[in-house]
């Protein structure tokens, strides 16, 4: 006890005094909590497993603060729970962490949805593929992590809502690869990253769908320029792909994973908060695709983007309404539309048409 506080005044001079006392209370907490569960599993550790359990269970889930997927056993499915972020009532953010381990050594593949909270199909679609894997015919191993921004499921949005020097609504895709001395999200990524993702991956894959309030058609973003995430993305029979260099958006999810040498994509899963049963068909079939390009399962490759005549574009424009007012589409998503066609029309409270 006495080393700990010793330590714990230590780590308070490095923190910069800007920071108020709460936030470095919550700080000094979210560090202390892993380095306990770490000497609780020396034995662990001196077994050469990275695989750090917390000791707890949650609704029949073993806790752990770190995880190697070496250490469990092969040819299962194994449900866990990551201990995230620490809140500063003392309850830690939890992911859910489903690993199948094939029973033959082979690639690892990663798969993430719930980056942000508002994208029902992205869940689903993982979902989907994991129930569909037998790890006693797997060689190599797909590790699911279906609610990375807890707090933003909770709150069925698409930003994490974060009290700390005030209210902010914190986009969870703009803060990876995280920090663990940043704020409850910048953690939280932090710990996502560092301990579960980029150790685990040989390559990833992290599932969103357009936000709230967007109609949104289904491709997949990708850096064209780096062969491996070029493969991947080529692998869905899905019509569009927008080519976003790494730098474009370097602190998403994907784009942190391949600065850290992990090819990773963003498929887009169609519109926020309604499950697409059709489009998610397309993207399980294209995931399965990239375990079967792994050699993870057997079996034959299914429809590829060759077989939609795939569309590669360098750009995305969302076309944002002009006045306050009920939209009426006038064209459907994928509509091939010609300069100055009206593509919608907006009406006011009294049915008059304000815009076109
Ligand atoms: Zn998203």
Known sequence: MVDRSEKSIKRRDLIKTSIAAVGAATVLAANASPAAAQTSSSADA???????YTGETIQGKKVVSALDVNDLE???????????VQ??????????????RGAKPGKRVVLTSGVHGDEMSSVHTVMTVMNQLDPAQMSGTVMAVTDIARPAMLAIQRKWPNSSRSIDLIDMNRVWPGNENGTAPDRHAALVFNRLLRPNADAAIDFHTGTTGFEVSAFNIASMDVPETKAMAELYPVGQILDMPQNAFPTTLHNA????GVPAICPEVGAARVLDLPMIAQFVEGTMNVLKQHGIIAGPLGRTGKDVRVFVGRGAVPVAATHGGFVEHLVKLNDKVEAGQKIAIQRNSFGEVVAE
């Open 87 to 100: 809140m500063r009532t003392g309850e830690h953010w939890y992911v859910s962490v489903i690993v199948a």
């Open 257 to 260: 994973l391949l600065a850290a």
């Open 46 to 52: 001196m077994a050469g497993k990275r695989t750090v």
């Open 74 to 84: 092969p040819g299962k499915k194994h449900l866990l729970y990551l201990q995230g």
